[in-house]
């Protein structure tokens, strides 16, 4: 079958307990058949009147069955009945042995004092349940009579194009998910933050100013060190190595002399005039005084001896393969009393 919202799926009565209202006689009024239970129920009065919880007897009209049940509830008001009889509801709770249905009339008595007159009994709870949704049942968990429990299925619904709005709501979903996160990542983008520590040299822009995607806005340099390249000859390639000591002077600087080391020596030459140099990396470390872009004189001590005597490299004389040295003292008037040692 098909259900279509929002019709009714079952109607569900609780059929352990019945409970029916009776109209008692109120304690002042009733004709002569009726005083005895006015006394009775003025004698009910010392001790509290019919009870909440208190015993009663109803009897099944047709069979004179007698059920055992429980006073539920009892009403304030006072209702006046034919012959002026004044009388009160009481809400009797009677266990159902499964015969029992709305259409059942009964009377009841409590502690002997009889009731008014019949009532019908109504069922303890009822509830009428209906479709939330349209589609086709494709299975039934119930059947009439069959007891069940809050919360149990009842019917299960397909269709056709089921799936399908379960798919399409699910795609739509997902895609709500990427285009929130491209949002986020776009509002995390108007945040823009410093990749290094460092002093800010320039920058391009100031408040107000319309700020446009893959400008230029500052430039940072990290003067916690420097850098600088030099390009070593081919010829004298073979002698550097990494961790050398390089010696820097700057015209810019005067009477200091900086130390840095190598960091990196390149494989990858650069010819130019059939000349093909090195580039070499050194760094350093204490740079108080130089700036970036200073020109710089950088010597790398290829290898250091103590105790050694130095002369000038102007002294040295290389060819033929031969290396002389010249040396010069102070009385020589000229360099023809030069002594030649070889």
């Given at each position: 079958m098909t259900l279509v919202k929002p019709a009714p799926d079952a109607q569900v009565r609780e059929e352990k307990q019945n409970k029916r209202t009776w109209p008692f006689p109120h304690p002042k009024h009733g004709k002569r058949w009726?005083?005895?239970?006015?006394?009775?129920?003025?004698?009910?009065?010392?001790?509290?009147?019919?009870?909440?919880?208190?015993?009663?007897q109803v009897t099944l009209?047709?069979?004179?069955?007698?059920?055992?049940?429980?006073?539920?509830?009892?009403?304030?008001?006072?209702?006046?009945?034919?012959?002026?009889?004044?009388?009160?509801?009481?809400?009797?709770?009677?266990?159902?042995?499964?015969?029992?249905s709305a259409s059942?009339?009964?009377?009841?008595?409590?502690?002997?004092?009889?009731?008014?007159?019949n009532g019908t009994f109504t069922y303890q709870s009822e509830s009428t349940v209906t479709a939330s949704a349209s589609g086709t049942a494709t299975a039934i968990h119930a059947a009439e009579g069959s007891t069940v429990s809050k919360g149990q299925a009842l019917v299960t619904l397909g269709g056709d194009d089921l799936e399908d709005k379960i798919q399409n709501a699910a795609d739509s979903l997902r895609n709500a998910e990427l285009s929130m996160e491209n949002t986020q990542k776009q509002l995390e983008n108007y945040t823009i933050t410093f990749p290094i520590s460092g002093t800010v040299i320039d920058k391009e822009?100031?408040?107000?100013d319309t700020v446009e995607s893959g400008k230029?806005?500052?430039?940072?340099?990290?003067?916690?060190?420097?850098?600088?390249?030099?390009?070593?000859d081919e010829l004298d390639i073979s002698t550097v190595e990494v961790?050398?000591?390089?010696?820097?002077?700057?015209?810019?600087?005067?009477?200091?002399?900086?130390?840095?080391?190598?960091?990196?020596?390149?494989?990858?030459?650069?010819?130019?005039?059939?000349?093909?140099?090195?580039p070499v990396t050194v760094r350093i470390d204490e740079s108080d005084g130089l700036l970036p872009g200073m020109n710089v004189d950088a010597e790398i001590v290829l290898e250091e001896a103590s105790d050694a005597l130095a002369i000038p490299s102007s002294a040295v004389t290389r060819g033929g393969g031969n290396t002389s040295l010249a040396l010069i003292t102070q009385d020589s008037p000229s360099a023809e009393n030069a002594v030649k040692i070889r």
């Open positions: 009726l005083i005895l239970g006015v006394i009775a129920l003025l004698f009910l009065a010392f001790a509290g009147k019919f009870l909440l919880g208190q015993a009663a009209d047709g069979s004179f069955e007698t059920l055992n049940g429980t006073v539920r509830s009892i009403s304030g008001s006072k209702v006046v009945g034919t012959g002026n009889t004044v009388t009160r509801e009481v809400t009797i709770a009677v266990q159902n042995p499964g015969g029992l059942q009339v009964a009377a009841a008595s409590i502690n002997g004092l009889g009731s008014a007159g822009y100031k408040a107000g230029t806005l500052c430039t940072i340099y990290d003067l916690s060190y420097l850098e600088m390249t030099l390009n070593i961790g050398q000591a390089v010696q820097i002077t700057a015209e810019a600087v005067e009477s200091k002399t900086f130390t840095g080391v190598v960091t990196k020596v390149s494989v990858a030459g650069n010819t130019s005039g059939g000349i093909t140099s090195y």
